[in-house]
């Protein structure tokens, strides 16, 4: 194919008026409750250099971030999530601020993939990161923020799963198996076909023991059904500490009320490598990808200075929430937006008249191009503009207000106009 | 009420026939096969729709199906994020490395270097190739890789084969097998959460027929 300077690049995009207006709903009221939950939002670079991006993250990720050099032949990237580059933040500018330090954003991130079925190659991310505590509280707090949020956008059926990271490596670590069985095994459990997992468990001689917590585990759905499992806490130590966390964001959970929504799934696994603790994913029934997810990662921040920071956080897909809204049946409101021409003949009297009508919180555009009447309502009609005041030499004398949508003509001041439109 | 579960079986080819017979078992009959359209079935809790062997692992990865039967080896060559509920079993082939009969190649490590492989799965040869060190060139061809060779297109193919018959047939050896393969029903992440009572009726279903 030639290229032609119409062309954009492979997964990116346009967004129309109506789109971005979709978009900003759902940004304005992500910002809200982020905001109303004591979270504060921080922007960084969309270029940082590749040693901070690539920080904890794993090299499936590295290896879809636009990279390119500076011009001091530094390698750079666009950021392609943002909890590196928070974490950088948290290192340079907030490791003495009291902690938890509750922070958000909503920017866009890129990802080179070879399809852009599951999303474009340049994306927007709302997330909050509740950084500087390790408790099941902080883990109860962020899945419920999640769930809140989600419902505050409209979603109706909202659904999270949770995962643990560190009870399935501690886990992984316990069979003593290769890394490629340990592969294997991930695999299996991903497939949820109990007849294999049985079946390869067999084959690599798994003690019964292991071979039932594996087994508990995998048809667990239920945060609570974690409890029945027993792991022998002088053999697995930290597995059990990691049930026993899971329970505790459990009962976290009664107390926000969402415990009916959450749900538990052995198999979980982020694509992003930095996690420790606790993940989750959420999702509509409606959408076949999460609309978003996180978890604990208690690792990462360290990495970059030299004191150990725990923290959590999420991340959700804006575009993803927006498919499930449709997919919902969503009709976004549109609320205060009725839109006033103004024409005249008079020009200062044209110009002091949309002023007092923005004065007055409506938009009001004034009339450039210098057409006549029925063309200039022929305009307002396909410009979706609801009001044309034909004014005189003066603001404060009566003028004509045509009604577009029901084709009539009122003398009225702009005064009395703006009363009884509730201006 | 819950929406309907879709399942995908492939439109043409082998795995065809089997699937849309082992849905017969599990008692769903597909009510009436229009082309790319969503087909009823006799069970109003599943629709059906015919799609491209290939795309089917895609199409549950993103939802657009929630339910698909195919093979083992293309959920891999896609790298498709599924579940993988259940192995029906019947399909069942494997992923080789061939060469022409008469070829000096005998083995893997007879292949020279930057040896050209003609085939229709590149991701799942370039990882064996890559496991093994060896450097070759990948052509992705669509279908019919057995005439490769044959036509000088590339010494080595890497492709399916369930009886051998159509290897034979083109005077091709197997050098090397790179994976066994079979039918499965793969599963939408998402759909399994929301519809698994449902899901696991089918399977049991399914189950009950493969032990017969």
Known sequence: ???????????????????????????????????????????????????????????????????????????????????????????????????????????????????????????????????????????????????????????????????????????????????????????????????????????????????????????????????????????????ENCLRALLEVKDILVDYGVENVVFFDFSLIRKIEYYTGIVFEASVPNLGLPLGGGGRYDNLIEKFGTVKVPATGFAMETEKCLQALSAQGFQLQEGNKIKILVTSRFRSAAVKAVSVIRDAGVTAVLDVAKRDEKETIGYAKLGEIDYVVFLGSSVNKPATIYDTRLDTATDLTLKVFLQRIGG | ?????????????????????????????????????????????????????????????????????????????????????????????????????????????????????ATEYPNLSRKYFESLRKQVEILTVRGAAELAPKLGLAQIIVDISETGETLRKNNLKVIATILDSSCRVACNKIAYRIFESEINELLDKLRRHLTK
């Open chain 1, 1 to 239: 194919m030639t290229f032609t300077r119409l062309q954009i690049l492979k997964g990116t995009r346009d967004y129309l008026p109506p789109e971005v207006e979709r978009h900003r709903y759902v940004e304005h009221k992500l910002r809200e409750i982020f905001k109303l939950w004591g979270y504060q939002e921080i922007r960084s670079p969309t270029i940082e250099f590749i040693e901070t991006l690539s920080t904890g993250v794993g090299p499936e990720l590295v290896d879809g971030m636009f990279k390119f050099q500076d011009f001091n032949g530094k390698i750079v990237s666009l950021r392609a999530e943002m909890t590196a580059p928070v974490a950088r933040i948290v290192t340079t500018h907030m490791l003495s601020a009291p902690k938890p330090i509750r922070l958000f954003y909503i920017c866009n991130v890129f990802r080179y993939s070879p399809s852009y079925f599951e999303r474009g190659r340049e994306f927007w991310q709302a997330g909050v990161e509740l950084i500087g505590c390790n408790t099941p509280e902080a883990d109860g707090e962020v899945i419920s923020l999640l769930i809140s949020s989600l419902r505050k956008l409209g979603l109706k059926e909202v659904r999270i799963d949770v995962g643990h990271a560190g009870l399935l490596k501690n886990l992984l670590k316990a069979t003593g198996l290769s890394k490629e069985k340990k592969v294997n095994l991930l695999g299996l459990l991903g497939y949820r076909d109990e007849e294999q997992l049985e079946k390869f468990m067999d084959q690599n001689n798994f003690s019964s023991e292991l071979r039932e917590v594996f087994l508990q585990l995998s048809r667990s759905r239920r945060l609570e059904d974690v409890s029945s499992v027993s792991v022998d806490p002088s053999k697995y130590g930290k597995a």
């Open chain 2, 1 to 117: 009420m819950k929406r309907k579960i879709r399942i995908a079986i492939p439109s043409k080819g082998r795995l065809r026939q089997p699937s849309i017979q082992a849905l017969q078992y599990a008692g769903i009959n597909i009510l009436e096969e229009k082309r790319a359209y969503i087909s009823e079935t006799s069970d109003p809790r599943f629709e059906a729709v015919f799609a491209r062997t290939f795309d089917v692992p895609i199409y549950v990865q993103y939802g657009a199906v929630d339910l698909g039967m195919t093979g083992h080896d293309i959920v891999l060559e896609r790298e498709a994020d599924v579940h993988e509920l259940l192995d029906l079993g019947f399909r069942k082939c494997q992923l080789v490395v061939a060469v022409l009969e008469n070829s000096t190649i005998c083995s893997i490590n007879d292949i020279p270097a930057v040896e050209r492989v």
